[in-house]
C-alpha cells in the first residue's frame, strides 16, 4: 500500500557531494519516521539517518557532520545530502518509512529498493 522511491544516487569523486531523494506514495494517513540505510559490499545493513515527524534527527557516527537528513513537511518527500564523500560510502542506499495507511491502525515499515552510490578514489 506504500511505495517508496528513491533517487539520486550515482558515481562520484571522493571529496564530492550527492542528495538522496526519497518519494513516498499510496494510502498514507501519516509517516512516523523515515530513513535511510545502507548495504555496502560484503557488509550488513546499516542505519545512515532517520528523522521523525517532529524533526529529531539520528546519525551514524560514521557520518554525522558530512550528511544531513531533511523532509519538506510532515508526509514525505525524504532527503539524504551527502557531503564529503568517501569510498567506504559506497553501498546501495535504502529508503525506509513507518508510516500509518488509511483505514488501518499501527504503523508499518516499508523499503525501497535501493540506489547504488559508488564514490571513487
Known amino acids: 500500500q506504500v511505495q517508496l522511491v528513491e533517487s539520486g544516487g550515482g558515481l562520484v569523486q571522493a571529496g564530492g557531494s550527492l542528495r538522496l531523494s526519497c518519494a513516498a506514495s499510496?494510502?498514507?494517513?501519516?509517516?512516523?519516521?523515515m530513513g535511510w540505510y545502507r548495504q555496502g559490499p560484503g557488509k550488513q545493513r546499516e542505519l545512515v539517518a532517520s528523522i521523525t515527524t517532529g524533526g529529531n534527527t539520528n546519525y551514524a557516527d560514521s557520518v554525522k557532520g558530512r550528511f544531513t537528513i531533511s523532509r519538506d513537511n510532515a508526509k514525505n518527500p525524504v532527503y539524504l545530502q551527502m557531503n564529503s564523500l568517501k569510498p567506504e560510502d559506497t553501498a546501495v542506499y535504502y529508503c525506509n518509512a513507518n508510516a500509518v495507511i488509511i483505514n488501518r491502525p499501527g504503523g508499518i515499515t516499508y523499503w525501497g529498493k535501493g540506489t547504488l552510490v559508488t564514490v571513487s578514489s
Open positions: 499510496g494510502s498514507i494517513a501519516s509517516i512516523n519516521r
